[in-house]
């Protein structure tokens, strides 16, 4: 199965992610984790990286094509991926279909995580993340049962520097930007499936879970 969730920052993209790549025994390929991941690193990528991402901005389209282009070359992509934060425009979704065109592949749905604004701001200015495994918590809808420490790993975990409430607007400004003409994209390809994703993250997922197995068994859309 090969999947991607759009949606605006703090729709639960990653949390959501995270669990279906589990559920289905796929990849989960995030290009905001492996953007953190180069920026912790000190790569050249995520030296070029970080300011963006510090202004809430996008990251150029050709550093993402070659960053991407190398996360699709390893062998668990054939088993299936969710792919979380990219496409985040028009260009990177043509970009998208060369790569997996090349690797004669084709996306089997895309689901918008359509999610209100006031819901946004709740959870990502409440949002931890865990420095280890990267897994999301939630300073009052998910607080992890030690404070500040992984409940799956026992790592650290921090705010992330753009969830500031500055930052969040103008990540929520450049999504607005760009989301109407992807989803439009989707739609044209009759690929994109909505759901609300406003309720806790337990409903949005039986929510996707059915979806995909409507998908499975057409006669059940
Ligand atoms: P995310 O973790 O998806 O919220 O992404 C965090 C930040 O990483 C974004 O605000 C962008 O600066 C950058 N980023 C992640 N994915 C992309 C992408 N597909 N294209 C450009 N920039 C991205």
Known sequence: MRIILLGPPGAGKGTQAKILAKELNVSHISTGDLLRQNVSEGTDLGKEAKDFMNKGLLVPDELIRQMLTKRFSRPDVKAGFILDGYPRNINQAQTLEDILAGLKMGIDLVIDLATSESVIIQRLSGRLVCSQCGANFHIRNMPPKKEMTCDNCGGKLYQRSDDKEETIKKRLAVYAAESASLIKYYQDK???????????????????????????????V
Do not use: C, F, G, W
């Open 190 to 220: 009759e690929k994109l499936y909505t759901i609300s994703a406003n309720e806790d993250a337990q409903v949005v997922l039986k929510k996707m879970l059915d979806l995909i197995d409507k998908r499975d068994d057409p006669l059940k």
